[in-house]
Each structure stands twice: as structure tokens, then as C-alpha cells.
């Protein structure tokens, strides 16, 4: 265990790093503005919450421990813990005798111990730091849990960047292992994506959790901070164990706006709509999504085209290389914003994931030059999946790169536009690892795609499973889940279904290695 612990508070998001102080970046030291604090414990008093006693687990000065004496009149244990002493201190003046205010530390704390002080019903209250542990690692911080896989991540899902992990989401699975050898309620401010992930995890373990409640909030109006926050409220052994959770505008709103739940082992963002269009989910067997090239090192491996044969890096730098594994480029925002054309180019230095790169020295010897010059940078991509591979090697590759039509979507973007892309010249076009697509072997193909990924079934259908908040709302796993065959046969386009999917894939490799 680290000897540190996160303080009190929000933290809202990465652009505000360079604007506090690195202890500020550490510890989350956001305070909780009292009239938010007595908001949030009204609305749960009127939830009919009634605990006998109530933790804030990191209370900084207090704010939740005075709303929480003056609403809840059941309680008879009401405590706080908090690392900064000073911050403690400063608790304890406010909420006087009512409450206990300790120092501690969040990581180190016996919270078993703690929480047999009270048989229950226990409120885990309050506003956890809203950190990630990669913005700590990036400050050399010790003020986190020991590094671990607790999402169950498998594969290269959990070791290229998918178990970077938000603090908040951290305790908060801690505090649902508190109370389920009790009963009580969680009731934390935090980011939106966090609640849900908390959820899954849950929803995934079948753990004993109530119907839950996510209430949104202005976190630039309580917080100076864009980021999509809310109350996140959830009951443990308390009612009927759920895998639904209401959504609702604002704290005053008595009716949610839509509900979220857990269906075929993932997460649903409007269950009523993916319900009505459930019967669509399946395999995709003939049609497989795929996502653009991963190479981490885009000032090297990404090119403008000056003219000919002459291309320029993120360096600046002019270059005259063979054309055969340079490509054109489409990146996320081109596809976003349906542009087809590009000066962009990519060196794509394999047909297949693992290919030896050794004969391209000969094949292209100027584009091989070009890449030992820049191999002290090549050569440190700190990703595992380079470790152990052909010098040079790219990754998200093979004969569905090199597919001479695809239908394109952006990983990045809130609106769920899909694009045709044809060939640029006598070359594919290939898509940055933010980008995933369908390969298909002809125009007609692609246009055939395009009438099912726009039908009013499909799209009802994905606008029900995406969430627009996330950083990445479309994922390849997010679009593998709907089967394009049962799409076809709703719209009454089996027969061109089974035709365009019986093609041969090998012959089309002619036309980007001669």
C-alpha cells in the first residue's frame, strides 16, 4: 500500500493540470460547496433514505457532514475521515459535537473496523477525487492504490492503456465491498463515465445492488470544470437487486429521463429502445468490424504528400520514399466529417500482424533508410505489443486493411456517422486506430453496407448501447455486437446479403502489393 491517500474533493479534468499546483493534480482538493452538499442530502432524504450512520471517507472540510447532521435524524453515527489535518481541523469547527472527524488515510484505513462501530443501515457519502491513476503515474505520485487488472481486462485490453482507471472508481468498488456484508447506500459525487463503470462491474459479478440513481450536475457551475459529473446513488441489501439505473436531468427532477441497464452481459444507455430492437444482437460472422493501424509514432509513420514521390513528416522533414507500403490516410475527424480525400499518407510496414519486416530492406530500400534514421524513436514505443516483434512493426493489420472499399465510422465523435471510402488512385485507404470499419470488395458492396448500418432499425439500435459522453463512444467490441445478417433479413435484404458475402478476399491483396 502507498503511505499516502488521496484528499478530499473533485477533480474535473486534464487541462486543468496545468493550471493548480501539482498537489492540487495529487490530492483532487476541490471542496464541495455547502449549498451542493445540502442539495444532494435533501434529495436522498426524499428518496426515503434513512441510515442509522454515516462515513465520508475523504470529508475535507466538512461540507457533507454538516448537511448530512441537519437532514438525516436517524443517524446516531455520523463520521469523517480525512488525510490533510489542517482540512480535518477545520471539519471538526463546523460540524462541533455532531459529528467524529478523524485523520487518516483512505488506503491505509481499517474500514472494517470502522464500520463495525454501527450495525447499519451505513450512507457512504461525499466527493472522491476525480483523478486518474495515469495522471498520477505521469507526476511520479505514490497517492494510489496498488497498481492492479480489477476491471478484468483480458488480453491487450489490459496492457495497452484499457486498465488506466479513475480513483474515484477505485474506492467506490472498495466502498460496495464495505457494504455487502451490510447494508446501506453509496452516494458520491463523480464523474458520469465512472458511475457506469461502477456499475458494470456490479451488474457483471451480480453483486446484491438495488435499482440505482444517476442525477446529473453542472459541474462548471458548482466546479469551474467541463466534465459530464453527477450523484451517483446506489443501495446495497437494500430492496430487490436490480440491473437497471434511472437517469434524471438535475437534482430537483422527480421523473428520470431515460434508464440504463445491464443486457447480454453489457451495458445499454436507453433500455426501453434496446429492448424494442434486441432480437438484432448477434455475431457478425461474415462481416467483422476492425479498427485502423496502431504504430504510436504518427511524426514518423504519418505523411503529407509534397508532390511525386516526396512526402513530408511531423518533423518537417522532405523525404523521397517508394510509394508500395506508403498509404493514404484517413484520420478520425476526416471520417467524422465525411471527407474522402486526403494528402495524408501512412507507412504501413506489414500485410499481417507479426509479418517479418526484414525483406522490405531490399524491396524499399528508401523508405527502409528512412526508418533507421528515426529508429531511436521507432525503436522506444513504450507499448508492450512492440516488445519481442519484427523491427518496425505496426499492429490492426491484415487482408481487411488493404479492402479496396470499406463503410467507416469515428471512434471519437458523438454522432454516429458512417462513411463509404473507395480507393485514392490504385491504393486503399487506410484508417488511424481510432477509426473502425468493414472492409468490402466492391462499390456495390460498400453501398449495400451503408443501407444497413442507416436503416431506422440499426441505428435506433446502436443510439440504445452508446454512451456520447465517453472519450471513445464507438468501440469495434460496441459494434461487433449487432449482427448485420439479422439487420438484412428486418429489411428484407437477405438474398444480397448471402450473395455479397460469399467473396473471395485473397485477390484483392493485388491491388495494394502488387
Known amino acids: 500500500m502507498p503511505k499516502r491517500a488521496v484528499s478530499k474533493g473533485f477533480f474535473g479534468c486534464a487541462d486543468m493540470a496545468g493550471q493548480k499546483q501539482r498537489d492540487v493534480w495529487q490530492y483532487g482538493d476541490f471542496q464541495t460547496p455547502a449549498n451542493l452538499a445540502g442539495e444532494v442530502c435533501s434529495l436522498l432524504s426524499r428518496k426515503g433514505i434513512n441510515p442509522t450512520a454515516v462515513i465520508e471517507p475523504t470529508c475535507g472540510k466538512g461540507a457533507f457532514l454538516a448537511a448530512a447532521s441537519e437532514t438525516f435524524t436517524t443517524v446516531d453515527t455520523l463520521l469523517g475521515v480525512e488525510i490533510n ?9 463546523l460540524v462541533g459535537v455532531s459529528a467524529v472527524v478523524e485523520q487518516g488515510d483512505f488506503f491505509a484505513v481499517d474500514w472494517e473496523q470502522v464500520l463495525s462501530r454501527n450495525a447499519g443501515p451505513w450512507l457512504v457519502l461525499g466527493n472522491p477525487p476525480w483523478v486518474t491513476n495515469a495522471e498520477l503515474g505521469a507526476l511520479k505520485s505514490s497517492n494510489l492504490p496498488t497498481k492492479s487488472n480489477f476491471q478484468g481486462h483480458m488480453g491487450l485490453d489490459a496492457i495497452t492503456g484499457k486498465a488506466n482507471f479513475d480513483i474515484s472508481e477505485w474506492m467506490l468498488l472498495r466502498q460496495l465491498d464495505w457494504l455487502k456484508a ?16 461502477v456499475l458494470r462491474q456490479a451488474w457483471r459479478k451480480s453483486e446484491p445492488v438495488g435499482r440505482a440513481s444517476i442525477y446529473q450536475i453542472d459541474a462548471m457551475k458548482h466546479f469551474g470544470a467541463a466534465v459530464d459529473a453527477c450523484l451517483f446513488v446506489l443501495p446495497i441489501n437494500r430492496g430487490e437487486q436490480s440491473v437497471d439505473c434511472d437517469v434524471y436531468p438535475n437534482l430537483q427532477a422527480e421523473k428520470p429521463v431515460s434508464t440504463i441497464g445491464f443486457h447480454e452481459a453489457a451495458l445499454v444507455s436507453n433500455v426501453d429502445t434496446y429492448l424494442r430492437h434486441k432480437d438484432l444482437i448477434g455475431t457478425n460472422q461474415a462481416y467483422v468490424w476492425r479498427s485502423g493501424v496502431k504504430h504510436d509514432c504518427s511524426k514518423i509513420m504519418e505523411l503529407t504528400k509534397v508532390s511525386g514521390d516526396v512526402f513530408s513528416n511531423g518533423f518537417g522533414e522532405k523525404v523521397s520514399l517508394e510509394c508500395d507500403i506508403v498509404f493514404p490516410l484517413l484520420k478520425s475527424s476526416d471520417v467524422a466529417k465525411g471527407r474522402t480525400e486526403t494528402d495524408r499518407y501512412m507507412i504501413v510496414t506489414q500485410r499481417e500482424i507479426g509479418e517479418d519486416t526484414a525483406p522490405l530492406e531490399a524491396r524499399v530500400p528508401r523508405t527502409w533508410k528512412y526508418l533507421l534514421d528515426h529508429a531511436d524513436v521507432l525503436d522506444a514505443r513504450g507499448s508492450v505489443i512492440y516488445r519481442g516483434k519484427s523491427r518496425f512493426s505496426v499492429f490492426g493489420v491484415g487482408s481487411y486493411t488493404y479492402a479496396p472499399w ?5 471512434g471519437f465523435y458523438k454522432s454516429v456517422n458512417f462513411m463509404k471510402v473507395g480507393p485514392q488512385g490504385d491504393k486503399p485507404v487506410v484508417f488511424d486506430d481510432t477509426v473502425y470499419f468493414l472492409p468490402c470488395y466492391s462499390e456495390a458492396e460498400a453501398d449495400f453496407v451503408m443501407a444497413l448500418v442507416k436503416s431506422g432499425p440499426y441505428r435506433e439500435l446502436i443510439a440504445s448501447i452508446i454512451f456520447s459522453d465517453e472519450k471513445r463512444p464507438v468501440t469495434a467490441e460496441l459494434l461487433k455486437r449487432i449482427s448485420l445478417e439479422k439487420v438484412a433479413d428486418v429489411l428484407g435484404m437477405s438474398e444480397q446479403y448471402a450473395a455479397f458475402t460469399g467473396h473471395a478476399v485473397k485477390p484483392q491483396l493485388k491491388l495494394a502489393f502488387g
Not at 489535518?85 to 469547527?93: E, F, T, V
Open 85 to 93: 489535518a489542517d482540512y480535518a481541523n477545520a471539519a471538526r469547527n
Open 182 to 197: 451490510r447494508s446501506g447506500w453509496i452516494a458520491m459525487l463523480v464523474k458520469t463515465s465512472v458511475a457506469r463503470k
Open 406 to 410: 470499406k463503410v467507416a465510422i469515428s
